[in-house]
């Protein structure tokens, strides 16, 4: 066993619909975590005045 690596191997980018989701470094425990990122799930329309009668 003394031929195994301590070192995780690097995750590509998860990419879906309305997240992306990253591999963070690991920390002094050798804790690897991730970044997960959302996009909006509504497009906000300016608002303009309606007509007058």
Do not use: C
């Amino acid at each position: 066993m003394s031929g195994q690596s301590t070192s995780r191997p690097k995750v590509p980018e998860g990419k879906a619909r309305f997240v992306l989701t990253r591999q963070k470094e690991a920390n002094e425990k050798g804790f690897v975590g991730y970044e997960t990122i959302w996009d909006s799930f509504q497009k906000v329309a300016e608002y303009t005045k309606p007509k007058k009668p």
